[in-house]
C-alpha cells in the first residue's frame, strides 16, 4: 500500500522528517489553537483501522483461527489509552476495493496465498504455530473489528470509496489533530499530520509524526507537486511498471548531476531522482500540471493513468487539474433496479455506519470479495470456505435481489473470493438462487420494515433458511442465541463438507458450549500438545461462518442480535483446537464437556437436533478418529483403516472436492450428499428430549409462524420475543448495545 519506496526514504534516508511526538501533548496543543474556533470538537484523532489490525491482534495464537476474547480485551485497553488522555477516536474501515486498485489487491492476494503455503508446511513439519515472521491476520478480523470498536462506544466509518481519501478528506474537513496509520499515501494528502501507527508506544502515547513539510523541504517540493511524485514513483493507481522509463532517465540525469550523492541507498536516490525531475517540469511550466502531463513522453492511456492518480490525492475543494477530473461520474447500479429506494437508502446507511455486512455490497455494487483465509492448498479433502458458503450467499442474494420469490432476471453477483485453485484472474459469476419459503416469499421491504409478531416470525424464518435448518426455530429463546447460530452453522458445514466427521462435530459443538464460561485468562492456559493442520482449517472455516451468518441476518432484517454472532462470544481458536484433539483420541464425553453435567445435557441436546435435521436430508454422520500423534495428524488424509464402504476411497478424502468436480460449490438440488447413503453413526447419547434449557434469564416463549397452509398466522397465546441477552450482560465484559433488549428490526 502507498507509494513505492517513500515509507522507507522517509524512515531510512531523511531522518528530519521523522519527528518522535507525544499525543497527550499534541492533544492539549491541539485544544489551546482550537479554543476560538468554531464547532470544535476537541483533539480527535482519525484511525485507519486496517492498517491498524496487525498491531492491534498481538495475541500468542493465531493460526488456530484468533484468540477473540484476549484480542476483545487488547483492543478495549487500546482505546481507554487515548480516551484517558482526553483524545476522540475516529475509525475508518475498507468497505470497497476500487476497480482502478483492483490488480494490485489481487497480486497481494497472490503473495499472502504463497507464505500461507509456508504457514501449512510448517505446521505439518513440526506440529507447532511457526514464528511471527510468518504472521497471518485471522480470518475475520478485519469483518469482526469494527463491530467490535462500535461495542466499546466508539465512532465507526465504513468507507463507500477509496479508504485513504476517504480518511484523509475527513480529517481536513473536521481539523483532526492527526491520522493514525502505516501508509505513505498520508504523506501525499494535503491533509492533518500524518503519525505512524508501528512506531505507537501505546504505555507512553508517543509516536513519530512524518512531518510533510519537512519533507518537502528535504526533496525540494511544494505540497502541490507531491501526488506527481507518487504517481512516478508508483502506488496503488499508477503502477510501478508504467512509469518505469520515466523513473530511469530521472535516475539518470540525478547521478549526472550529483556524483557526490551516489553512496545513498538505491531507493533513497530514487526519491530523491524522481522529485528533482518533477521540480524540473514545474520550473519551465509554470505550475500548470495539465501541460506538464501533456510535455511527458507518454502514451494517451499511460497519460490518462496518471491523471486519475494525480486526482485521486485532490480532496474535497482543492483545486483539480486545469484538463479536469477524468474519473468518471458515479453511475446507478445494475442491481439497484430490484430493490427499493428505501432499501438502498437503509444499505447505504448501515454499510457507512459500519452497522450491516454484505448487503450493500451486494445490493448497491453487485460485487463481494474475500481476502485470504489460512487454507492449505496441498489438501484436498477440506472443501474451500468460499465454495463451502457459496450456497448460502447465492441465497441471500436470491433474498435480497429476488421478485416474488424469482430470480430469473436477477444478474449475477461478481465475487472475488480467494480459494486455492483460484487464479483470480476474473471474478466468479455466481447467480442467486431462490429462498424456498414454507409460505409466500415475503419482500425485502417487509422483512426489513414490516412491524408485528408475524414479520417477527418470517425474519428468523428466513434467516433459518438461508441455513437450510429451519427445523430449529422450536429452540429460539430455549438456548442462548449465540449457541441457536453455532448450530445453524455447524449443521450447514455438515451438509455441505462431506468429509467433516461425527468427531469433528463433537469439537465445534463441545467447544461452543464451553467457551461460555471461559474468561480470556482461562483461554490462555489452554495447552495444546501439537497442532493439527486439519484443525487450524476448520477453525478458519468456522469463523468465515460466523461472517455469513452475519450477512444473511442482514439481509433477513436482523431477527437475531448481531453481537451474538460475533466471534468472542462464541469461538476461540486455542479451545476449538483443544477440543478437535480431545474428540479424535475418543476422549469420555464427560471428559470433553469438562466435567459439567449441565453443558454435557446441552451438548448432547445440540448434537441430536443436528443429527436429526441431517438424517431429513439424507446425511449421516460417520465416525472418523484422527490420530492423535502429531507426526501422523499431519497426513492429509486417513489410511485404508477409514476406507468408505460404498466408495472404496478413504473416508474422509482420497479423490478430494477437486476430483469430485466441486470447484463450483453451487447448491445441491437432489443430488451430491442426498444420494450418497453414507454410513449411520450410532445412535445419539441425548437421553432427555424434553428439558428446556434456562440459563442466565433465559426462558421459553412460544412461537407464532405463518401457517403456510391457511395463508394466516397460527393461533398462539404469545409472539416470538426478541432473546434478551441476559447472560450476555451478566457474564460480560462488555456492555452490550441497549438495543439487545428491544423487538428486532432492521437497524439491529
Known amino acids: 500500500?502507498?507509494?513505492?519506496?517513500?515509507?522507507?526514504?522517509?524512515?531510512?534516508?531523511?531522518?528530519?522528517?521523522?519527528?518522535?511526538?507525544?499525543?497527550?501533548?499534541?492533544?492539549?496543543?491541539?485544544?489551546?489553537?482550537?479554543?476560538?474556533?468554531?464547532?470544535?470538537?476537541?483533539?480527535?484523532?482519525?484511525?485507519?483501522?486496517?492498517?491498524?489490525?496487525?498491531?492491534w491482534y498481538s495475541c500468542k495464537d493465531w493460526v488456530c483461527g484468533g484468540q477473540w476474547r484476549e484480542y476483545m480485551d487488547m483492543l478495549k485497553s487500546w482505546v481507554e489509552a487515548f480516551t484517558s488522555a482526553g483524545i476522540r477516536l475516529v475509525f475508518f474501515f475498507d468497505g470497497?476495493?476500487?476497480?482502478?486498485?483492483?490488480?494490485?489487491?489481487?497480486?497481494?492476494?497472490?503473495?499472502?496465498?504463497g507464505e500461507i503455503s509456508k504457514i501449512f508446511r510448517h505446521i505439518k513439519a513440526h506440529g507447532e504455530q511457526p514464528g511471527r515472521e510468518f504472521f497471518c491476520l485471522p480470518s475475520g478480523l478485519a469483518t469482526f473489528t469494527p463491530f467490535a470498536l462500535r461495542l466499546l462506544g466508539q465512532e465507526v466509518f465504513c468507507t463507500m470509496q477509496e479508504a485513504d481519501y476517504e480518511i484523509a478528506s475527513y480529517a481536513r474537513q473536521h481539523g483532526s489533530m492527526g491520522i493514525l496509520g502505516q501508509d505513505s499515501d498520508f504523506i501525499?494528502?494535503?491533509?492533518?499530520?500524518?503519525?505512524s501507527v508501528a512506531k505507537l508506544r501505546i504505555n507512553s502515547l508517543t509516536t513519530v509524526l512524518y512531518d510533510r513539510q519537512r519533507f518537502c523541504q528535504a526533496t525540494g517540493l511544494t505540497v502541490i507537486q507531491l501526488p506527481l511524485l507518487a504517481c512516478l514513483l508508483g502506488n496503488d493507481v499508477v503502477s510501478e511498471e508504467k512509469m518505469q522509463h520515466i523513473?530511469?532517465?530521472?535516475?539518470?540525469?540525478?547521478?549526472?548531476?550529483?556524483?557526490?550523492?551516489?553512496?545513498?541507498?538505491?531507493?533513497?536516490?530514487?526519491?530523491?531522482?524522481?522529485?528533482?525531475?518533477?521540480s524540473s517540469l514545474w520550473c519551465r511550466q509554470e505550475e500548470d500540471t495539465g501541460h506538464i502531463l501533456e510535455s511527458l513522453n507518454l502514451s494517451a492511456p499511460h497519460r490518462e493513468l496518471l491523471k486519475r492518480g494525480i486526482c485521486s490525492y485532490l480532496l474535497p475543494g482543492q483545486k483539480a487539474l486545469q484538463q479536469g477530473d477524468i474519473s468518471p461520474p458515479p453511475s446507478a447500479s445494475a442491481f439497484e433496479k430490484y430493490v427499493s429506494p428505501e432499501i438502498l437508502k437503509a444499505c447505504r446507511e448501515k454499510h457507512v455506519a459500519a452497522e450491516g455486512f454484505m448487503v450493500y455490497n451486494i445490493v448497491c455494487e453487485g460485487i463481494i470479495e474475500c481476502s485470504n483465509t489460512l487454507e492449505d492448498e496441498e489438501d484436498a479433502e477440506l472443501l474451500p470456505q468460499a465454495l463451502v458458503y457459496k450456497p448460502c450467499r447465492q441465497h441471500i442474494y436470491g433474498l435480497l435481489l429476488g421478485h416474488d420469490g424469482s430470480t430469473v432476471d436477477s444478474p449475477a453477483i461478481r465475487e472475488w473470493f480467494v480459494y486455492p485453485g483460484n487464479p483470480l484472474k476474473e471474478p466468479d459469476m455466481v447467480h442467486p438462487v431462490p429462498v424456498s419459503f414454507p409460505c409466500d416469499h415475503p419482500s425485502v421491504d417487509l422483512l426489513w420494515f414490516g412491524t408485528g409478531p408475524d414479520v417477527s416470525a418470517l425474519r428468523l424464518t428466513?434467516?433459518?433458511?438461508?441455513?437450510?435448518?429451519?427445523?430449529?426455530?422450536?429452540?429460539?429463546?430455549?438456548?442462548e442465541v449465540s449457541l441457536l447460530a453455532a448450530l445453524c452453522l455447524v449443521t450447514y458445514i455438515v451438509l455441505q463438507v462431506q468429509t467433516l466427521s461425527q468427531e469433528d462435530v463433537d469439537a465445534y459443538l463441545s467447544h461452543s458450549v464451553c467457551l461460555s464460561i471461559k474468561s480470556p485468562q482461562e483461554l490462555q492456559q489452554i495447552k495444546l500438545p501439537f497442532l493439527s493442520s486439519r484443525a487450524v482449517q476448520l477453525g478458519s472455516l468456522y469463523v468465515r461462518g460466523l461472517s455469513h451468518l452475519l450477512g444473511a441476518n442482514c439481509a433477513s432484517g436482523c431477527p437475531l442480535p448481531s453481537a451474538a454472532l460475533m466471534p468472542w462470544h462464541s469461538f476461540d481458536g486455542r479451545l476449538f483446537h483443544s477440543k478437535y484433539l480431545l474428540a479424535h483420541s475418543g476422549t469420555e464425553k464427560t471428559v470433553l464437556l469438562d466435567s459439567n453435567p449441565f453443558h454435557l445435557s446441552l451438548f448432547l441436546h445440540l448434537r441430536e437436533k443436528l443429527a436429526e435435521n441431517c438424517r431429513k436430508r439424507g446425511r449421516v454422520l460417520q465416525s472418523r478418529p484422527r490420530s492423535s500423534?502429531?507426526?501422523?495428524?499431519?497426513?492429509?488424509?486417513?489410511?485404508?483403516?477409514?476406507?468408505?464402504?460404498?466408495?472404496?476411497?478413504?473416508?474422509?478424502?482420497?479423490?478430494?472436492?477437486?476430483?469430485?468436480?466441486?470447484?463450483?460449490?453451487?447448491?445441491?438440488?437432489?443430488?451430491?450428499?442426498?444420494?450418497?447413503?453414507?454410513?449411520?453413526?450410532?445412535?445419539?447419547?441425548?437421553?432427555n428430549r424434553e428439558r428446556l434449557w434456562e440459563r442466565g434469564g433465559q426462558h421459553f416463549y412460544p412461537h407464532s409462524y405463518p401457517d403456510c397452509h391457511s395463508g394466516g398466522p397460527r393461533s398462539t397465546s404469545n409472539p416470538p420475543k426478541q432473546f434478551r441477552g441476559g447472560s450476555y450482560r451478566s457474564r460480560g465484559r462488555y456492555q452490550l448495545a441497549p438495543r439487545w433488549s428491544q423487538p428486532p428490526g432492521p437497524g439491529t
Open 1 to 55: 500500500m502507498g507509494v513505492k519506496g517513500l515509507q522507507y526514504f522517509v524512515d531510512h534516508c531523511c531522518p528530519g522528517v521523522c519527528v518522535t511526538v507525544n499525543l497527550r501533548e499534541m492533544a492539549t496543543q491541539h485544544v489551546a489553537r482550537s479554543t476560538n474556533k468554531a464547532n470544535s470538537t476537541g483533539p480527535t484523532l482519525v484511525v485507519d483501522g486496517m492498517a491498524c489490525l496487525r498491531h
Open 96 to 113: 470497497v476495493v476500487e476497480e482502478k486498485k483492483r490488480q494490485e489487491w489481487v497480486k497481494r492476494r497472490r503473495r499472502v496465498n
Open 188 to 195: 501525499i494528502y494535503d491533509s492533518a499530520p500524518y503519525l
Open 247 to 278: 523513473r530511469n532517465n530521472a535516475m539518470a540525469t540525478y547521478r549526472k548531476n550529483s556524483p557526490a550523492s551516489h553512496s545513498g541507498t538505491p531507493q533513497g536516490q530514487m526519491v530523491l531522482a524522481v522529485s528533482q525531475f518533477v
Open 462 to 479: 428466513s434467516f433459518l433458511t438461508v441455513f437450510d435448518c429451519l427445523e430449529f426455530s422450536e429452540l429460539y429463546g430455549t438456548i
Open 629 to 687: 500423534t502429531p507426526e501422523q495428524s499431519h497426513k492429509t488424509t486417513p489410511g485404508p483403516r477409514y476406507r468408505d464402504r460404498h466408495t472404496g476411497w478413504p473416508s474422509g478424502g482420497g479423490r478430494g472436492w477437486r476430483g469430485r468436480g466441486e470447484v463450483t460449490g453451487g447448491p445441491r438440488h437432489g443430488g451430491g450428499w442426498r444420494e450418497r447413503g453414507e454410513e449411520r453413526s450410532d445412535q445419539s447419547e441425548y437421553e
